[in-house]
């Protein structure tokens, strides 16, 4: 081993000679401060060399020889302190004997690290870099912890923010409300003149319609809207009936544009609401090539065709205000709940043409429908959706 290192230090310091021609100078061919290195000079430092790493490892060796003699007597001298204490317990004061034999067990620990960190010496840049392998995966592992708890804090913050801002409209309307009543600017004046007020985006409040809806080959359907909700201001009407549980849907929600199911078949209505301002909405539909308009305010926003086509309304179903229905007159979704206020519901089963629709929108005239006509009699209220006094058409009509 130690010819190794010297060949290897010799080969590191281009110190090695090559061959010598007969009648040629034995000089080695390594350059040095006068052009060569004679063969005596190279031989010296190759046996100082070889010395210097020989004192090394003879001092390394005897210093664990006498670690490893000085552990064993500790230990001889442990037991027998151990024996002398058992057999002798009554001549040593126990207290003595019991500090005897922690201070030979501090020595004897002492020892050992002092005997293991010699023994491993050679085996610290192996160990070394184990340990940074393995703190850098303790650390990988706490940055992915802290983010994830980060993560969530910030989902949690979002979360009650939204809730905030939900109770906090709620609190808005129902003082707006009480502001009305002590004033005594409103009063039920008919049967028909209030409000449907949905505070809250749940899966439990909901105005249901006692009205039965025969089988329809067209429709028209009228409303007043108000709401400030987003994204989407959630489904003002929905209508199921077996087998099929969007048979007859106007929905909002998720960001998406208004939309008008049939028969689970889809169009988007060109409708905007969600402003705080009364809004008055009508559709119309028939079942000849699916054509359909929509209005707003009583002006014309759009119109299609090919929605549902020749695939008249079925009868024997359930008509409600507020959500979505899933399956008959239930498994609602707080996503797709309506928030706001409504009123003046009315459904036909004709196209009415746009003139009358006008004429509604602006105030001029009253028309009810002859499916459902809105009235306290036709719309029962459930799951904490409350009844208020509606303004009048000309403060509706307000910019």
Request: charged share 25%.
């Amino acid at each position: 081993m130690q010819r190794a290192f010297a060949l290897a230090e010799a080969t590191r310091l281009g110190l090695l000679c090559s061959a010598v021609p007969p009648g040629e100078d034995p000089v080695c061919n390594a350059p040095s401060p006068h052009g060569t290195f004679t063969h005596d000079t190279t031989v010296i430092r190759l046996r100082e060399t070889v010395l210097l790493q020989k004192e090394t490892i003879l001092s390394q060796r005897d210093t664990i020889h006498e670690l490893r003699s000085e552990l064993g007597r500790c230990e001889v001298v442990r037991d027998k302190a151990r024996q002398e204490t058992g057999n002798a317990m009554e001549d040593r004061p126990p207290n003595r004997s019991a500090e005897i034999l922690d201070e030979l067990g501090r020595t004897m620990r002492l020892l050992k690290h002092r005997l293991e960190s010699l023994e491993h010496d050679l085996e610290n840049s192996a160990g070394e870099g184990l340990s940074r392998h393995g703190k850098t995966g303790i650390e990988r592992h706490l940055l992915t912890r802290v983010i994830e708890l980060e993560h969530g804090k910030s989902q949690l913050q979002n979360e009650t923010m939204t809730h905030q801002k939900h109770v906090d409209s709620a609190l808005t309307v129902l003082q707006q409300r009480v502001d009305e009543l002590e004033h005594g600017t409103n009063l039920f004046k008919t049967a028909d003149s209030f409000k449907a007020s949905f505070l809250l985006r749940t899966d439990y409040m909901y105005a249901r319609v006692q009205t039965r809806l025969p089988e329809m080959y067209a429709f028209t359907v009228s409303m007043w809207l108000r709401s400030s909700a987003t994204p989407g201001v959630g489904t003002p009407f929905s209508y199921a009936v077996p087998g099929e549980a969007n048979e007859l849907a106007l929905v909002e929600w998720g960001g998406n544009p208004m939309e008008l199911l049939i028969n689970d078949k889809v169009a988007q209505m060109p409708l905007t609401v969600n402003d705080g301002r009364w809004h008055h909405l009508a559709i119309t539909w028939t079942t000849r090539d699916g054509m359909w308009s929509a209005y707003q305010d009583g002006q014309a926003r759009g119109s299609g065709e090919d929605l549902a086509a020749w695939h008249p309304i079925k009868p024997g179903g359930m008509l409600i205000l507020g959500q979505e229905q899933d399956h008959i007159g239930g498994q609602f979704d707080a996503i797709q709940a309506f928030v706001g206020e409504l009123a003046d519901f009315q459904l036909w089963d004709r196209v009415l043409p746009h003139s009358d629709l006008i004429s509604i929108a602006n105030c001029s005239t009253t028309l009810s429908g002859n499916v459902v006509a809105w009235a306290t009699a036709t719309i029962e209220l459930r799951g904490g959706a409350v009844q208020w006094p509606l303004e009048s058409c000309a403060v509706r009509r307000r910019p």
